[in-house]
């Protein structure tokens, strides 16, 4: 649990220009990571984390909802890797956003976030001094826009307002010394 007496915050004024509303705050969250060694070739494990806050915005006792820009939905990861052969690793991963709709339901943002999954593949090899990596990010090409698209769309501000990026196939390679 966090509590500060003058928190700070980014808001849209009437006008339609941000403000900066110092005003008392709370925030608290819960985050959790687990790995599993299952095997000598398989692992496994993910993240969890949920966070919450709010703000009084006219220091009367009653408590609003940070905005969705401040304050991210629910997200979830987990991976599966395996050792196909010594010094190859597959790893499928996947990232799961959860919906919030508690800010805009109580007038503070200007819509609510719409979660998203994607899921992204990675295989790595030992080559030579390195190790060569493929791949591939969303991996089923979901059609998602971030919280931060989300949140300047709902303010009219179709410049920044961008998809998440689509399918993606990268290749590196990396010498450590």
């Known amino acids: 649990l966090n509590r500060s007496e003058l928190g700070s915050s980014l808001l849209v004024n009437d006008n339609g220009f941000l403000e900066i509303v110092r005003a008392p705050e709370r925030v608290y969250g819960v985050e959790a990571t687990v790995d599993w060694q299952a095997s000598e070739t398989w692992q496994l494990g993910g993240t969890f984390t949920w966070q919450e806050g709010e703000f009084d915005r006219d220091d009367d006792g009653d408590f609003q909802p940070l905005s969705s820009s401040r304050i991210s939905p629910v997200k979830l990861t987990a991976y599966v890797e395996n050792e196909t052969l010594p010094g190859w690793q597959n790893r499928l991963q996947l990232l799961a956003l959860g919906d919030r709709d508690r800010a805009f339901d109580e007038g503070v943002d200007e819509t609510a976030i719409d979660g998203f999954i994607t899921l992204d593949?990675?295989?790595?090899?030992?080559?030579?001094?390195?190790?060569?990596?493929?791949?591939?990010?969303?991996?089923?090409?979901?059609?998602?826009?971030?919280?931060?698209?989300?949140?300047?769309?709902?303010?009219?501000?179709?410049?920044?307002?961008?998809?998440?990026r689509g399918i993606s196939l990268h290749l590196g390679y990396r010498v450590t010394w």
């Open 121 to 164: 593949y990675i295989s790595r090899v030992a080559l030579g001094p390195g190790t060569l990596q493929l791949s591939v990010k969303n991996l089923l090409n979901t059609d998602y826009f971030p919280v931060f698209s989300q949140l300047q769309a709902a303010e009219g501000n179709e410049v920044e307002n961008f998809a998440g």
